[in-house]
Nanobody, 123 residues
C-alpha cells in the first residue's frame, strides 16, 4: 500500500482560491496517474480531476472545469489542485488517488487513496 498525504484544506470565502497538495511515496508516484476526488457531507464521493504521469493529459469534472487546475511535480512526488472561484458547493473532503492506470484513477477504482483534507467554502 502506497502512502498519499493531502494537505492545504481550510476554510475559505466564496470566490476565493485555495491550493491543495498531495505528497506521495516515491514508489507510489513513479509512473502513476494521479487524481482528486471529493465527498461532501451526505453525498457520494465524486471525481474532480486527474492527470497522467507525464502530465500530458488532464480531465476535469464539468462542475470544476475552468475553475480548478491539476498539476504535478514529479521531482517532488507531489500533485496539486489549484481551486479558483470557489463556491459553497465545493465544500467537501478532498481525496488524492493514485494508480498505474489512468482510467482507474478517473473512475475512482485506483488502488491508493489518501486520508483526505477538509475544504470549507463559506458564503
Amino acid at each position: 500500500q502506497v502512502q498519499l498525504v493531502e494537505s492545504g484544506g481550510r476554510l475559505v470565502q466564496a470566490g476565493g482560491s485555495l491550493g491543495l497538495s498531495c505528497a506521495a511515496s516515491r514508489r507510489a508516484f513513479s509512473g502513476y496517474a494521479m487524481g482528486w476526488f471529493r465527498q461532501g457531507s451526505g453525498k457520494e464521493r465524486e471525481f474532480v480531476a486527474a492527470i497522467t504521469w507525464s502530465g500530458g493529459r488532464t480531465d476535469y469534472a464539468d462542475s470544476v472545469k475552468g475553475r480548478f487546475i491539476i498539476s504535478r511535480d514529479n521531482a517532488k512526488n507531489t500533485v496539486y489542485l489549484q481551486m479558483n472561484s470557489l463556491k459553497p458547493e465545493d465544500t467537501a473532503v478532498y481525496y488524492c488517488a493514485a494508480d498505474p492506470e489512468y482510467q482507474k484513477v478517473v473512475t475512482g477504482t485506483g488502488r491508493s487513496w489518501g486520508q483526505g483534507t477538509q475544504v470549507t467554502v463559506s458564503s
